[in-house]
């Protein structure tokens, strides 16, 4: 019996290109991107974020034909309103088969001094909001006995370097959360798949928040650098279709994954000189 890294036979799942994806942080980066090559290959798709005009400019820049794009606008930190989009995203076409959790927030801050209220503010976006909503959507997969969850965590989920702790803590989180619900879905036909990035080059760090919670407002070195969210997103759909439960994409970062499995304390010599920014 042929089967992915979350255990369900190959054929019993829907392709994505016949699914419902509900895609979150769709406004910008990796999830406009996904967007435009999820609807490019005829899936139907909802896009969610805070910002309604961006997400209505990446619907108007997708492919695929109109009717197959939905926007339904959410803020992950307001997690109580969380279920009843859920039900929207449901009621678009009486069914959602995978969401893409990839809304969050990055860092610059040294973790001494990072504000309490900062913290907490990461923490609700990339950690209470990304579960909450996966919560909400759970039932509608069990009860289907098929869906199909996607995080997008980080490398910084796997380790830690200076300046971002409550990142790498809120991914860290993300981490546990999803291997925990993975071992619960199998019973469910519900496939569970954690996708650590490297360097991508979109807006995270403009936007990423500094330790009295400013905009950082500029780029870090890495993601300049970094492979484009076009690149990113048609390297990760390949690998999705396999359902594997963990894909790491990226350059030369994705080594320290690896070499902390290997050897912790040669991973943190190299952090130690590395010039992180
Ligand atoms: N770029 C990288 O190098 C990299 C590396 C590893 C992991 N990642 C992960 O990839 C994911 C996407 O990030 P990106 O690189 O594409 O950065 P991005 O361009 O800044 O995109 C972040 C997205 O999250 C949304 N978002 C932020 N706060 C939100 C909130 N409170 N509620 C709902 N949506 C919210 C933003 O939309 P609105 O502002 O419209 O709400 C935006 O669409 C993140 O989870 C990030 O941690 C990125």
Request: charged share 25%; aromatic share 6%.
């Amino acid at each position: 019996m042929e089967q992915g890294g979350n255990g369900k036979q190959k054929g019993k799942r829907k392709s994505l290109r016949d699914s419902v994806v509900w895609i979150t942080g769709a406004s910008s980066g990796i999830g406009e991107a996904m967007a435009y090559d999820f609807s490019r290959m005829g899936a139907r798709i909802i896009l969610s974020a805070r910002r309604t005009d961006e997400l209505e400019r990446v619907k108007r820049n997708c492919e695929g034909p109109e009717e197959n794009i939905r926007i339904i606008p959410l803020d992950l930190s307001e997690t109580d309103s969380l279920t009843g989009k859920a039900s929207e995203a449901i009621a678009c076409w009486g069914e959602v088969d995978v969401l893409l959790n990839n809304g969050g927030m990055s860092q610059r801050a040294l973790a001494a001094e990072a504000e309490m209220p900062v913290i907490r503010r990461i923490m609700e976006v990339n950690f209470f909001g990304t579960i909450a909503l996966t919560q909400a959507i759970l039932p509608h997969f069990i009860a289907r006995k098929s869906g199909y969850v996607i995080v997008i965590s980080s490398v910084m989920g796997k380790i830690g370097t200076k300046y971002r702790s409550t990142y790498a803590a809120s991914k860290h989180a993300l981490q546990g959360w999803y291997d925990c619900l993975r071992q619960e879905m199998y019973e469910h036909d519900v496939d569970v798949s954690l996708v650590c990035p490297g360097f991508v080059k979109t807006s995270i760090t403009l936007n990423s928040l500094t330790a009295d919670g400013k905009t950082y407002a500029r780029m870090g070195d890495g993601q300049s650098k970094a492979m484009s969210a076009e690149t990113f997103s048609r390297k990760l759909i390949p690998k999705l279709e396999k359902r594997k439960a963990e894909i790491f994409i990226g350059g030369p970062e994705i080594a320290t994954v690896w070499l902390k499995r290997l050897s912790p304390a040669l991973l943190n010599a190299v952090l130690k000189r590395a010039k992180v920014t």
